[in-house]
Every structure is written in structure tokens, then in C-alpha cells.
């Protein structure tokens, strides 16, 4: 089932939203195939998402030592003003407890 993620501001959250349900969270860990979805002809926000087709990849406030397993390449970014995200497609997303979103590889 697709899910849609978004970082809510004003309780410092993550959001996990699909039409059955919608989680809050302090990190995720997406741990499969992941895409971004834009709506700027919204009126409110958000506009941009992380979506996954695979719900059962999202991993809720996943244990230091799952993180470990995996190095960052680069920072997930997200501009607000343009709608526009700097990577459109991937795989593996840690959204962090201070807001930042990294996109991560598997150690070797």
C-alpha cells in the first residue's frame, strides 16, 4: 500500500500517512525503494512527499544499532518555497529526530 511521508513543524514529527492510517514518529527508516510526490497546486502543506509503494519498508523509530548498518551519501532537501526536492528517486531514507533526511547505502 503507498504511504506518503512528511515532517510536521509544529510537533517536531514525522508523518507517515496512506489511506488506512497515518503514524507520527521521531525517526523512520525506509528501508526499500522510495520516490518523491509534488503538489504545489495545493493549497496548504505540505506540497512535496517521500512516497514508497511498500509500507511494510518503513521502519518507526528504528534501534542506533540498525542505523549503523548503513553510511550516508547525501542529505535528502527539500525546498518549500519552489516545491522541489534535490533527489527524486532512491533507496534507503533515514528521517532524523532533528528534521534533516539522508539518503543512506548499505555498508560493505
Request: hydrophobic share 35%; aromatic share 12%; with cysteine.
Amino acid at each position: 500500500m503507498k504511504s506518503k511521508i512528511h515532517r510536521c513543524n509544529c510537533s517536531n514529527t514525522w508523518t507517515v500517512q496512506s489511506r488506512k492510517r497515518s503514524l507520527t514518529a521521531h525517526t523512520i527508516l525506509l528501508n526499500g525503494k522510495w520516490y518523491v510526490e509534488l503538489k504545489p497546486e495545493r493549497k496548504c502543506n505540505p506540497k512535496g512527499f517521500v512516497a514508497t509503494d511498500r509500507s511494510e519498508d518503513i521502519l518507526i523509530n528504528p534501534a542506533v544499532e540498525l542505523i549503523e548498518n548503513f553510511d550516508i551519501l547525501n542529505k535528502l532537501v527539500y525546498d518549500k518555497e519552489n516545491v522541489f526536492f534535490n533527489v527524486y528517486h532512491g533507496e534507503y531514507l533515514y528521517f532524523a529526530d532533528d528534521g534533516a533526511c539522508y539518503i543512506l547505502q548499505v555498508k560493505e
